[in-house]
């Protein structure tokens, strides 16, 4: 069983800057960031994958997010810069046991307990 510990997160106003921090205790194939906004859907906000070292954030948060990898800590940290009221979400850690790259929750196999992000407009 891999555990993730999460840290960062808060509230912060529009324009803002928050890093999220996720340390495992084993590595694994992939590590990733997922949120879920209030009514929403989890989506995928960034990817970390060890062996072929892609570094993937989507369209939404591309330019603002920046995603990194703690080789130390087998984790990942998430840098968000000029945050928005729409990224407000609970963030959660995953890591993908084995395998290929994934972007949908259900590949992946254990997650952090999420932490808050609140933007304020």
């Known amino acids: 069983q891999v555990q993730l510990v999460e840290s960062g997160g808060g509230l912060v106003q529009t324009g803002g800057s928050l890093r999220l921090d996720c340390s495992a205790s084993?590595?694994?194939?992939?590590i990733a960031w997922f949120r879920r906004a209030p009514g929403k859907e989890r989506e995928v906000v960034a990817v970390i994958t060890w062996e072929s070292g892609i570094r993937y954030t989507p369209n939404s948060v591309k330019g603002r997010f920046t995603v990194s990898r703690d080789g130390a800590k087998n984790g990942i940290t998430l840098q968000m810069n000029n945050l928005k009221p729409e990224d407000t979400a609970i963030y959660y850690c995953?890591?993908?046991?084995?395998?290929?790259?994934?972007?949908?929750?259900?590949?992946?196999?254990?997650w952090g307990q999420g932490t808050q992000v609140t933007v304020s407009s």
């Open positions: 084993e590595r694994t194939s992939s």
């Open positions: 995953a890591a993908r046991k084995d395998g290929g790259f994934r972007v949908d929750p259900e590949g992946y196999d254990y």
